[in-house]
T-cell receptor
């Protein structure tokens, strides 16, 4: 059974710092991996999707990498801003139904 | 942009009541999902549907049922609400993989429905 783990559970950094959020999964036979952002009391917003054949995806200050063989993905946030404060979740898709298995998230606080 | 709309942001119900949570998407997506999110447990899949009138159990279907009579609408039903069903409920949709491209696979979520059962 696929399990997705995110470490650390919480992270606090000063504004301007570059940071990396980690995601690991137990079964390397994945279809894709997505990173989401969730603001308190809100739904999830998709940030990046990496297909299993890809190694990374970039969107603005965000870069997500995927290493299937080691069961890891990272989300790199450059020049962090207070507006980046949120919970970041990674989710693994193992089939073609769009069904995802989620990690528990990393709550990021960026201090001004 | 794809929009997924959940009809109620906050609901308060009593134990034993029947509860309907409605979800509508406007992008002709095949796949629709209901998750619940609880502190310390993360998001857990309740049910999903990949076509009209089709449904599949997720990881925690007990105490829930679903209905998908139209492609754009996916309803979650709590036949007899219990206090342990107090939670944030999130609906999502995604396109068919045959549509190709990353956009078809991206899961789009609604804003969530926070249900409290007293």
């Amino acid at each position: 059974k696929q399990e997705v783990t995110q470490i650390p559970a919480a992270l606090s950094v000063p504004e301007g710092e570059n940071l990396v959020l980690n995601c690991s999964f137990t079964d390397s036979a994945i279809y894709n991996l997505q990173w989401f952002r969730q603001d308190p009391g809100k739904g999830l917003t998709s940030l990046l999707l990496i297909q299993s054949s890809q190694r990374e995806q970039t969107s603005g200050r965000l870069n997500a990498s995927l290493d299937k063989s080691s069961g890891r993905s990272t989300l790199y946030i450059a020049a962090s801003q207070p507006g980046d404060s949120a919970t970041y979740l990674c989710a693994v898709g193992s089939g073609n139904t769009g069904k995802l298995i989620f990690g528990q998230g990393t709550t990021l606080q960026v201090k001004p | 942009d794809v929009k997924v709309t959940q009809s109620s942001r906050y609901l308060v119900k009593r134990t034993g009541e029947k509860v309907f949570l409605e979800c509508v998407q406007d992008m002709d997506h095949e796949n629709m999902f209901w998750y619940r999110q609880d502190p310390g447990l993360g998001l857990r899949l309740i049910y999903f549907s990949y076509d009209v009138k089709m449904k599949e159990k997720g990881d925690i279907p007990e105490g829930y049922s679903v209905s998908r009579e139209k492609k754009e609408r996916f309803s979650l039903i709590l036949e007899s609400a219990s206090t342990n069903q107090t939670s944030m409920y999130l609906c999502a949709s995604s396109g068919h993989l045959g549509q190709g491209a990353a956009g078809a696979n991206v899961l789009t979520f609604g804003a969530g429905s926070r249900l409290t059962v007293l």
